[in-house]
């Protein structure tokens, strides 16, 4: 490993188990400001120095709670945010789907999904689909909210057996046809009839949607609870 690579390992370690300095992933640094841009697989993070935050550094962090979006408060140098938002200046609004909660329903629901009095981790019902149903979950216009950065998909399901189909995929609204570009097809899912949580890391594409669907016409069952979409790295994202 070269000295230039150990210093950029020791320089993002420190960052993630310090302040939070470094901003979350994107497709390009393109200007960090004052920070310093770090290579990351196939994105970029900015390394930003104390008194900054932002996916780019751009902001001052802050010292009043007006700098704060959303009714955020200023703590410490960083907005704390109230739900459903996050991010450095509370910018960024987190998505949910629980069948256990009518409140949180950002999705568009396609087909019938009913209610199954099965928990999971505490929770009192989750979605499900029978026997004979198609189901698709659509969140329209996720570029306008995570547009040029990654976000993270996190959901619970579970599948009867490997004869349903369950996938998730972005959706691309141009010019031209709309493109399905798949990033999780049922090859990634266990189909053994248990619980299994499923996290994806998704790039946020120029007029895309983000869509979940599933077929059960061949299988029992297919359910599922507790969809969140959040701008910020998947181990963080939480129930």
């Given at each position: 490993m070269?000295?230039?690579?150990i210093?950029?390992?020791f320089?993002?370690a420190f ?6 300095r470094?901003?979350?992933?994107h497709i ?6 004052n920070?310093?841009c770090?290579?990351i697989?196939?994105?970029y ?5 104390t008194?900054s935050?932002?996916d780019?550094c ?5 010292n009043?709670?007006n700098?704060?979006?959303n009714?955020?408060t200023c703590?410490?140098g ?16 987190i998505?949910r789907?629980n069948?256990?909660?009518?409140i949180e ?8 999904i009913?209610i199954q ?9 989750n979605?499900?689909?029978?026997k004979?149903e198609?189901?698709k979950?659509s969140?329209?216009?996720?570029s306008?909210?995570y547009?040029?950065?990654?976000y993270c998909?996190r959901?619970?399901?579970?599948v009867?057996?490997s004869?349903?189909?369950?996938q998730?995929?972005q959706?691309r609204k141009?010019i031209?046809i709309?493109?399905?570009?798949v990033?999780?097809?049922?090859s990634?899912?266990?189909?053994d009839?248990?619980?299994?949580e499923?996290?994806?890391?998704l790039?946020?594409?120029?007029w ?13 069952y297919?359910?599922l609870?507790?969809v969140?979409?959040?701008?910020t ?5 939480g129930?």
């Amino acid at each position: 490993m070269s000295r230039l690579q150990i210093l950029t390992t020791f320089l993002l370690a420190f960052s993630l188990a310090g302040a939070e300095r470094v901003a979350r992933s994107h497709i390009s640094c393109v200007n960090c400001n004052n920070g310093t841009c770090i290579p990351i697989a196939d994105t970029y993070r900015c390394l930003c120095p104390t008194e900054s935050v932002g996916d780019f550094c751009q902001y001052t962090a802050c010292n009043l709670d007006n700098f704060c979006m959303n009714s955020g408060t200023c703590q410490g140098g960083r907005c704390v945010c109230p739900d459903p938002y996050n991010g450095d200046k509370c910018e960024y609004k987190i998505y949910r789907k629980n069948w256990d909660n009518d409140i949180e329903n950002d999705f568009a629901v396609e087909g019938n999904i009913s209610i199954q009095m099965e928990g999971q981790e505490n929770t009192p019902h989750n979605g499900q689909i029978v026997k004979g149903e198609t189901f698709k979950l659509s969140l329209f216009g996720i570029s306008l909210a995570y547009g040029g950065f990654e976000y993270c998909l996190r959901f619970l399901y579970k599948v009867a057996d490997s004869r349903g189909i369950l996938q998730v995929a972005q959706r691309r609204k141009e010019i031209i046809i709309p493109q399905m570009r798949v990033e999780a097809n049922s090859s990634y899912f266990e189909m053994d009839g248990q619980w299994h949580e499923m996290t994806l890391t998704l790039h946020g594409w120029s007029w895309s949607d983000l869509v979940i669907s599933g077929d059960a016409r061949n299988t029992a069952y297919i359910a599922l609870d507790q969809v969140k979409v959040m701008r910020t790295d998947c181990p963080n994202i939480g129930i």
